[in-house]
């Protein structure tokens, strides 16, 4: 399915959405998931290619035109969003270029932003340590007036220290002098607090303006994005019509290659005929004995046929005959009853009328038997008739055969080898199509199973993986620290791998493509029989141990359950009824040598066909 895309569309593109749909519906449970594939009908296809496929041609025949029209159309329908997707593309990179010059403009009018409120910002810090420097000037005017009132009134108060008259004095001075200060600070504050406004005024401007093109911007990025999501739609559309109509073409190829097949395997056919009644006549004419015996065969169902046909009028007249001696002997019978009746105390009249009785129902059983005679003897005659006719037939085409003999001797080399054309043709055909069934999964792919399968599958067969899997849980329970509940499925399974993984290297070496041989293709050797036959390591898994295979097989006493658990265990199937025959006969034949028995039984099924290839 990883290959799967809109120039390669999978089969059947509904089959995987309800697989999806399934899959996580069972929570993705992959074991289940598989479980429910591998019961399928579709998993379980034969391999061959069923007896009826020429006949399958004729209602692919007829549903041909539809599929074609249904092609058709979605192939227009894929032309057309194919072009959608095309002006989609153009639309959104057109919107992208218009994008530009707004994108270009906005950092234009950014720069101009930055550039009027650095401006401002100078501005506003001029401003700002200027009435910092205003209000320290002004607080610091304020202690000195208040230091000099402080200092004037201990002086006056303390006329002897003249310190404080002179520290007045100071604080007075400079208190005037920073009263000059602060007025020029407050004229500076003014000025700078002016200016910074002044400064306000073009960076309102150039926000504005900067809005204004971001505003355009915005609108044509949403354009854009329009536009991309109107791209991503008709990219979708784009595809899911190139998948519908990739899938109908090919089921169009398909139904063709079946129609195709149908002609090829009619003219075939006919092509064996015409060159079997040639070789035919051709013998015929050359063989005045079997011209001989067709005459006497014709003379002789001649005869047959002139017997059974008087034979047949014989007994239509018999049965005429005997129903007209019935009706007379009915007629009497009836009168007899009538005298019968009349005169019940004349025993001799009663044994007359009893007579005619025993008379006429011995005619009705004759006449009953004559009237199915008849029919047979009529059937008798019409096959008789068809003998003649069928051998007048047979005869006409010996003396037809004699008198060209030459023209069946110059037919005969052409009609072999166009027959022998034809079905080369057809042979051609057949694998063609057996090659779009298998990819179709309406027949199983044969294929082998790579080494690292085959060593695993045996394993598996065997027990081995069991056995070990048993193992690992104990080991993985005595762990300390234990191992979370959650994890401890998944540390099973790496550390029986683990164990394991060491026995791929021989299946590996023996199974694996040799140098130049292809590697996906089935080479069997010697080397592979006889590591299967004698070699230790599976000959080590089918002794019997610990509950696996060969153990359970041990102690399993009816020989149809031992079938049951051997084909199960190996073949994953149950057996067929002539299997559990054959398994019985064979541990019949060796009742003092059952595990020898049974251990060849599974040699023997690990080796086969069926267990070497997945089908």
């Not at 074991?31 to 579709?42: C, E, M, S």
């Not at 040639?278 to 065969?297: F, G, Q, T, Y």
């Not at 005298?339 to 007579?355: F, G, N, P």
């Amino acid at each position: 399915m990883d290959l799967h895309h809109s120039d390669n569309p999978p089969s059947h593109p509904e089959l995987l959405e309800l697989l999806a749909a399934e899959f996580a519906s069972t929570k993705y449970d992959i074991r289940a998931f598989l479980r429910q594939l591998a019961l399928t009908r579709t998993y379980q296809r034969a391999i061959e290619m069923p007896a009826t496929v020429a006949d399958q041609s004729k209602p692919a025949a007829a549903k041909l035109p539809a599929l074609e029209a249904q092609a058709k159309s979605l192939e227009a329908a894929a032309s057309m969003a194919e072009e959608a997707g095309k002006k989609a593309v153009e639309t959104l990179e057109a919107a992208k270029k218009d994008v530009a010059p707004f994108a270009a403009e906005l950092a234009k009018a950014q720069a101009a932003v930055a550039e009027a409120k650095m401006a401002h910002e100078a501005a506003l810090q001029a401003r700002d340590a200027a009435q910092k420097d205003l209000a320290a000037r002004q607080d610091l005017q304020k202690s000195l007036s208040e230091a000099a009132d402080k200092a004037a009134e201990a002086a006056a108060r303390l006329p002897a220290e003249a310190e404080l008259a002179g520290a007045a004095a100071t604080f007075r001075a400079r208190a005037g002098k920073l009263a000059g200060e602060t007025a020029a600070g407050t004229k500076d504050l003014a000025d700078k607090t002016a200016a910074a406004a002044a400064k306000a005024a073009p960076l309102a401007e150039a926000e504005k303006a900067a809005g204004a093109v971001q505003a355009r911007l915005t609108g044509a990025n949403a354009l854009v994005k329009a536009m991309a999501d109107a791209r991503v739609e008709a990219e979708v559309g784009r595809k899911s019509a190139k998948v519908a109509a990739s899938v109908a073409v090919r089921r169009v190829a398909d139904a063709r290659a079946l129609v195709d097949y149908g002609v090829l395997h009619a003219t075939a056919a006919a092509s064996r005929e015409r060159a079997r009644r040639v070789n035919s006549e051709l013998a015929l004419a050359k063989s005045p004995d079997e011209l001989a015996a067709r005459e006497a065969k014709a003379a002789e169902a001649k005869k047959a046929h002139e017997a059974a046909v008087k034979t047949a009028e014989a007994a239509r007249r018999d049965l005429a005959a005997r129903e007209d001696a019935l009706n007379a002997v009915s007629e009497a019978a009836g009168k007899a009853e009538e005298v019968a009746t009349k005169a019940a105390k004349d025993a001799e009249l009663m044994a007359a009328a009893a007579r005619v009785r025993t008379t006429r129902d011995r005619l009705n059983a004759e006449v009953a038997e004559l009237r199915k005679a008849v029919p047979r003897r009529d059937e008798a005659a019409r096959k008789a008739a068809e003998q003649v006719a069928a051998a007048e037939r047979a005869r006409a085409e010996g003396s037809s055969a004699k008198e060209k003999l030459a023209q069946l001797e110059s037919e005969a080399k052409p009609a072999a080898e166009k027959a022998a054309a034809d079905e080369a043709r057809r042979e051609e055909a057949f694998g063609k199509l057996t090659t779009i069934w298998t990819e179709r999964f309406l027949v199983a792919d044969l294929s082998a199973l790579t080494p690292e399968q085959v060593a695993w599958s045996m394993m598996q067969a065997t027990g081995v993986v069991e056995q070990q899997r048993a193992a690992s849980e104990a080991e993985i329970a005595k762990k300390t620290p234990p191992v979370a509940e959650s994890d401890r499925a998944k540390a099973v399974e790496d550390l029986v791998y683990g164990k394991l993984k060491a026995n791929e290297a021989p299946f590996v070496k023996l199974y694996g493509a040799g140098p130049g041989q292809p590697p996906d293709e089935f080479c069997a050797t010697v080397d592979q029989a006889l590591f299967v036959a004698n070699g230790g390591l599976v000959r080590g898994w089918l002794a019997p141990a610990a509950g696996n295979l060969v153990d359970r097989l041990m102690k399993t006493e009816d020989p149809k359950d031992l079938s049951r658990e051997l084909y199960l265990g190996i073949f994953t199937r149950r057996p067929t009824e002539g299997e559990m025959n054959e398994v019985g006969q064979y541990l019949a034949k060796r009742p003092q040598a059952k595990l020898a028995a049974i251990q060849e039984i599974v040699w023997a099924m690990l080796s086969s066909v069926e267990f070497r290839f997945k089908h």
